[in-house]
């Protein structure tokens, strides 16, 4: 019976950071448990997020007319501006190529820089656990996992992107079309776009997985576990909307 049941483990068990990759979205606790043990496997869902993420941005500056895009923002973040000061903030704000261009690395830029902060908080709320036994780096590593959705709400917002008429006056919703801003319809001028850019599915899918990876990894509780992954995302969303009301 043991035996059987050792097979029947072993057979369920992660053993490549390809399966991972997959297993994921349908076996997020079993990925968890190999990647206690697995070194250097969180490269893959990093490249493939580093590469995919920038691409909507990097599209949407393509398709979209970016002068009706630069008067809008400005619209929204200087509106009290004469028209000299406008014209200086246009120069700031560049082409669309230049815009397509700093897609392509500040997109991977912010989730470095993101993916550390998380990685600190995580490192910090667990060193008092006494199963958890790993370091900074470890859960570095596990917030590329946690992102993992993101290339799903990437590829939609591809398929939409790619179906746009160059020229378009498009929101950037379009870039997040798991999110309720894009649920919504929220316009580009619209000051609660950005919070609801991110109460989004794939950031909702993100958190169980963080709360997954926090009940294989320490001795917390299923609740503990759901209120620390969530944390996070509360401040960012509480923060974006206290800049709105402030609008």
């Given at each position: 019976m043991s035996e059987m049941q050792n097979d029947h483990n072993n057979s369920n068990a992660v053993t490549n950071p390809i399966q991972a990759c997959n297993d994921i979205f349908i076996r997020p606790s079993e990925v968890f448990k190999a990647l206690a043990v697995k070194d250097n496997w969180s490269w893959l869902p990093f490249i493939l997020i580093a590469v995919i993420s920038c691409l909507p941005a990097y599209l949407y500056f393509?398709?979209?007319?970016?002068?009706?895009?630069?008067?809008?923002?400005?619209?929204?973040?200087?509106?009290?501006?004469?028209?000299?000061?406008?014209?200086?903030?246009?120069s700031y704000m560049g082409t669309a190529e230049s815009a397509k261009s700093s897609a392509l690395y500040l997109t991977p830029v912010m989730l470095v820089i993101v993916s550390a902060i998380s990685a600190l908080y995580y490192t910090i709320v667990t060193r008092n656990d006494d199963k958890s036994i790993h370091s900074f780096?470890?859960?570095?590593?596990?917030?590329?996992?946690?992102?993992?959705?993101?290339?799903?709400?990437?590829?939609?917002?591809?398929?939409?992107?790619?179906?746009?008429?160059?020229?378009?006056?498009?929101?950037p919703s379009a870039m997040a079309p798991l999110s309720m801003s894009f649920?919504?319809?929220?316009?580009?001028?619209?000051?609660?776009?950005?919070?609801?850019?991110?109460?989004?599915?794939?950031?909702?899918?993100?958190?169980?997985?963080?709360?997954?990876?926090?009940?294989?990894w320490t001795n917390f509780s299923r609740n503990k576990a759901y209120i620390v992954a969530t944390i996070p995302s509360i401040i960012l969303i509480a923060f974006l909307t206290l800049l709105a009301s402030l609008r």
């Open positions: 393509g398709v979209i007319d970016y002068s009706w895009y630069v008067d809008a923002q400005l619209s929204v973040l200087a509106p009290n501006a004469s028209p000299a000061e406008l014209e200086m903030q246009r780096m470890d859960w570095y590593g596990v917030q590329w996992w946690t992102m993992m959705p993101y290339i799903i709400g990437a590829v939609v917002s591809l398929a939409i992107l790619v179906m746009t008429e160059p020229g378009s006056q498009l929101s649920i919504l319809g929220l316009d580009i001028t619209n000051p609660w776009l950005s919070v609801m850019n991110e109460i989004r599915v794939d950031r909702i899918w993100g958190i169980i997985l963080g709360a997954s990876c926090l009940q294989q």
